[in-house]
T-cell receptor, first 115, second 112 residues
Framework: DVKVTQSSRYLVKRTGEKVFLECVQD?????MFWYRQDPGLGLRLIYF???????EKGDIPEGYSVSREKKERFSLILESASTNQTSMYLC??????????????FGPGTRLTVT | GESVGLHLPTLSVQEGDNSIINCAYS??????FIWYKQESGKGPQFIID?????DKRQGQRVTVLLNKTVKHLSLQIAATQPGDSAVYFC???????????FGAGTRLAVHP
């Protein structure tokens, strides 16, 4: 079974802090994604990566950056946390099979609260 | 508990009834669609998918119907059980890198 793990289930940070959210997948997937999930808005893509050291902006990249130094690990960074970044953050991974299978496998999520 | 889905539309059904969850998608060029189930405190889990060259696909107790003419997708759950209570998301995909665009979700509440 594909396993996607996230470093924390719950985090509480103060405004202005630098925050790191870590995600690790164990199935050698090429693609990795970071979403945030807010009530009534579904999942919104922040950033994704299709290879080591490669990254692309999603729909809401402002205030975030990412790092992918190893294939299995994709980190989301909040350079200076703000209260409007309080949310559930979901990491996902998928194979890069050129359109045959778009299924993404999700981690359990990190509930981040910024005070 | 989780606050996911506080403002979601809710479908309430009796245990044993069939459920139909609807989804409208936006991009007529989308060629792949997928349904996810998210239980409280968990990440979304794959239920079933369908490509645009099909109009129906069946799984175990679930059926997905695709109407490309009106850009509509539905998920049918037969004999709904309490364990089916969750938030259900549809998603569409087109283009490269396996990007998915998610809908806002529907909460399914199953009553005994």
């Amino acid at each position: 079974d594909v396993k996607v793990t996230q470093s924390s289930r719950y985090l509480v940070k103060r405004t202005g802090e630098k925050v790191f959210l870590e995600c690790v997948q164990d199935m050698d997937h090429e693609n990795m994604f970071w979403y945030r999930q807010d009530p009534g808005l579904g999942l919104r893509l922040i950033y994704f990566s299709y290879d080591v050291k490669m990254k692309e902006k999603g729909d809401i990249p402002e205030g975030y950056s990412v790092s992918r130094e190893k294939k299995e690990r994709f980190s989301l960074i909040l350079e200076s946390a703000s209260t409007n970044q309080t949310s559930m953050y979901l990491c996902a991974s998928s194979l890069a099979d050129r359109g045959l299978n778009f299924e993404q496998y999700f981690g359990p999520g990190t509930r981040l609260t910024v005070t | 508990g989780e606050s996911v889905g506080l403002h979601l539309p809710t479908l309430s059904v009796q245990e044993g009834d069939n459920s139909i969850i609807n989804c409208a998608y936006s991009n007529s060029a989308s060629d792949y669609f997928i349904w996810y189930k998210q239980e409280s405190g968990k990440g979304p889990q794959f239920i079933i998918d369908i490509r645009s060259n099909m109009d129906k696909r069946q799984g175990q107790r679930v059926t997905v119907l695709l109407n490309k003419t009106v850009k509509h997708l539905s998920l049918q759950i037969a004999a709904t059980q309490p364990g089916d209570s969750a938030v259900y998301f549809c998603a569409e995909a087109s283009g490269g890198y396996n990007k998915l665009i998610f809908g806002a979700g529907t909460r399914l509440a199953v009553h005994p």
